[in-house]
């Protein structure tokens, strides 16, 4: 017999004692939960304000306590003088990006060297990439966070191996909670998911020495979230 | 007395009399109650959250068999290799297997109770395989040759000071005591490991049946370049880790990083559905998830302790834990340590060799009480004991409740044992805490109150 024939026959012999309902400190009638329990998770997770302004506003202000940089501009122009401007601060001189339409046009606005992932790339190169250009496909109001998949932002290495990570995105892109992104990404993508989706949530950090903040620890040291 | 109870308490003795490591742990510790309070405060509400999230988990391990069934076809699949493993050995073999054939000589690892529960990395490397840990905290505890002191900060016992001598011994870099230098040289070190190394391995947090998903929790971005540089990618996982519904995350991953380190999300929270897809630029060739049992089958075989399996290793029940924070991570010598160790330990690894942890305990409940998925850790510890001392009374404690038992029920013995006790005073006070003392584990730091010389039935028949 297989292993996984064992496992599962042992599960199976297990399982034949119902266990006690949660928090029910010993009482064994058999229980069966609400079909979906979190299907009301919306209504515990913490509160987002209901019109767009107002969760602009939460996004804009998580994103700051994540020490994230989150800027709304008004046209394709701002976006383009905001690049520039964090380029010339940082002296990019070699930046990598993926082929998107927004992606595209910020990556191509400053003049520099772009090191494109989508047919395969040298990882090497990229590693010395002073910036990685990506879209996303959600900003999430309650967390101040982007979600971004393989499929949508490069691959997955394009977000975490350049220390500084830039996202491009429209201001239709973003959905007020947790729940409602996880359903975007179902509706969008179920059932031929990306092989990675990830939810960002701020720079890279750590707390491992004395827990103590640091930005940086493997991943991005900056995370930048420009939206149109 | 076990090898496993006796060094228990020598390393409690030493730890408890500590004040310099009770002092560290208490501040670092305070530090994250705060936020953890703060980010519990701002769900509108954490109570039903937790009763969603036990409820959830319910389901998930109750119906364990249908879940793993579907969550393995849908990784297949999308072309992951799925391996089955009943013990430890035969999970290091498969991984170990997996590594010759790929001809691999540098592992780099993401965070993973599961290997430090399998003691992958001693067997890799006597294979000869190098392999480095590259969460930060690891990476430290790596160097020093010692297990991680807690499952989510596995070198909060280290000073930044001890931590530059290490680098500088070890590494020969180390600029400063500051925090973000010696982050700095773990992050140079680490990125060309990322780049040059064979494999990758992860552990993992949940995984998704519905949708055939692992879903991977952490802050620095390691385990993002672990799974998306290496050709091979292996991740390590237990069997309770389902969760039914991809949507189940949007609750799971907040509440995880609530409890676990007081934030409101963890930096990356990643779901891995499988190796590169067609039109993908990067990401592993092959995946390899290795399904790990090693006894949990038997701990869902006790279905009063079932619910223990809910456990999404967050840590909250170590944090809160006046044992915890006066013994000190090391002490407990398990993978698992603090109550939520305390009680699958003896599940994992034997029940009459473990039990004393679950005697380790001042049953305050505060466990019970920050446990996200509602876990009754602190009456499974009571269970453990009861379970214990059946399966093996001691002589002697059970001769003891005997006599009481006969004394207490009978009138007459027990009036004349409160004599006699009243008479016996003034020796126990002679031999209090020594060799000859009865109950000298007690007495030792404690002192009796002295008997009264008249009962309160005496009193009672004698008033007016």
């Known amino acids: 017999m297989s292993e996984r024939e064992n496992i599962l026959g042992r599960i199976r012999e297990a399982l034949k004692v119902p266990a006690p309902l949660p928090g029910s400190h010993g009482?064994?009638?058999?229980?069966?939960?609400?079909?979906?329990?979190?299907?009301?998770?919306?209504?515990?997770?913490?509160?987002?304000?209901?019109?767009?302004?107002?969760?602009?506003?939460?996004?804009?202000?998580?994103?700051?306590?994540?020490?994230?940089?989150?800027?709304?501009?008004?046209?394709?122009?701002?976006?383009?003088?905001?690049?520039?401007?964090?380029?010339?601060?940082?002296?990019?001189?070699?930046?990598?990006?993926?082929?998107?339409?927004?992606?595209?046009?910020?990556?191509?606005?400053?003049?520099?060297?772009?090191?494109?992932?989508?047919?395969?790339?040298?990882?090497?190169?990229?590693?010395?990439?002073?910036?990685?250009?990506?879209?996303?496909?959600a900003l999430i109001a309650q967390t101040g966070g982007v979600a971004v998949t393989s499929r949508s932002a490069g691959g997955r290495a394009l977000s975490v191996l350049p220390p500084h990570h830039v996202v491009v995105a429209r201001r239709e892109q973003l959905v007020a909670d947790l729940p409602a992104a996880f359903a975007l990404l179902q509706q969008k993508y179920a059932p031929d998911f990306p092989s990675m989706i990830s939810f960002i949530t701020g720079p890279s950090r750590t707390g491992d020495i004395e827990r103590i903040l640091v930005l940086g620890a493997h991943g991005p040291k900056k995370l930048t979230i420009l939206c149109l | 007395m076990s090898t496993f109870v006796s060094e228990f308490k020598t390393r409690a003795t030493e730890k408890s009399g500590d004040l310099r490591h009770r002092q560290f742990i208490r501040t670092a510790l305070r530090g994250y109650e705060a936020a953890r309070d703060k980010r519990k405060g701002a769900f509108q509400s954490w109570e039903a959250a937790r009763q969603a999230a036990a409820e959830t988990k319910w389901e998930a391990v109750n119906h364990l068999d249908t879940h793993l069934e579907a969550l393995v076809a849908k990784l297949e699949a999308r072309g992951t290799k799925v391996h089955w493993a009943s013990t430890g050995a035969q999970a290091r073999e498969i991984i170990a297997k997996i590594l010759r054939e790929k001809n691999a000589r540098c592992i780099i690892k993401s965070k993973a109770m599961t290997s430090e529960e399998i003691h992958l990395n001693d067997a890799l490397e006597k294979e000869g395989f190098t392999v480095v840990e590259s969460d930060l905290g690891e990476f430290i505890v790596q160097l020093r040759h010692e297990t991680p002191y807690h499952i989510v900060f596995p070198s909060m016992h280290l000073t930044r000071g001890e931590i530059r001598d290490l680098f500088q011994k070890e590494i020969g870099d180390a600029p400063s005591d500051s925090p973000e230098d010696l982050t700095m040289v773990a992050r140079r070190v680490m990125r060309q490991k990322y780049i040059t190394a064979d494999v990758g391995f992860t552990g993992a947090n949940f995984a998704i049946a519905e949708t055939?998903?692992?879903?991977?929790?952490?802050?620095?971005?390691?385990?993002?370049?672990?799974?998306?540089?290496?050709?091979?990618?292996?991740?390590?996982?237990?069997?309770e880790k389902v969760l039914p519904r991809f949507a189940d995350l949007a609750l799971f991953l907040p509440m995880l990083a609530t409890a676990g380190a007081g934030q409101p999300m963890t930096c990356y929270n990643t779901m891995y559905s499988g190796p590169r897809q067609p039109g993908e630029c990067d990401g592993p060739e092959e995946w390899h998830v290795v399904l790990l049992d090693n006894r949990r089958t038997e701990l869902l075989a006790d279905a009063e302790q079932r619910d223990s399996l809910h456990c999404i290793r967050c840590g909250a029940c170590l944090n809160v834990c006046p044992i915890f924070r006066n013994v000190g991570g090391h002490t407990y010598g398990t993978t698992y340590s603090g109550p939520v160790g305390a009680v699958i330990t003896p599940h994992l690894r034997g029940l009459q060799d473990w039990k004393h942890l679950s005697n380790a305990s001042s049953l305050c409940g505060a466990c019970t009480e920050a446990c996200p998925v509602k876990i009754d850790l602190h009456h499974h510890l009571l269970q453990n004991r009861r379970n214990a001392s059946a399966s093996e009374p001691a002589f002697f404690e059970k001769l003891a409740y005997q006599l009481f038992g006969i004394v207490a029920n009978e009138p007459k013995f027990w009036s004349l044992a409160k004599k006699i006790g009243w008479l016996t005073q003034p020796l126990q006070r002679a031999v209090k805490g020594s060799a000859l003392d009865p109950a000298k584990a007690w007495t030792k730091t404690r002192d009796l109150p002295p008997m009264p010389q008249e009962t309160f039935k005496d009193w009672w028949r004698n008033r007016k």
């Open chain 1, 27 to 137: 009482d064994t009638s058999v229980y069966t939960p609400a079909k979906a329990p979190v299907s009301h998770a919306r209504e515990w997770l913490p509160s987002v304000g209901a019109s767009m302004a107002e969760q602009f506003e939460l996004f804009a202000k998580n994103a700051a306590d994540l020490k994230a940089d989150f800027q709304l501009l008004a046209s394709r122009e701002e976006l383009k003088a905001a690049l520039a401007k964090i380029a010339t601060a940082e002296k990019w001189s070699l930046i990598a990006s993926h082929d998107g339409e927004l992606s595209n046009f910020a990556s191509r606005s400053l003049g520099l060297p772009v090191l494109l992932t989508d047919k395969g790339y040298d990882v090497q190169a990229m590693e010395k990439c002073d910036a990685g250009i990506t879209e996303c496909d």
């Open chain 2, 212 to 239: 055939g998903m692992i879903s991977i929790t952490e802050n620095e971005g390691n385990s993002r370049l672990t799974s998306a540089l290496p050709k091979t990618m292996i991740t390590l996982i237990g069997i």
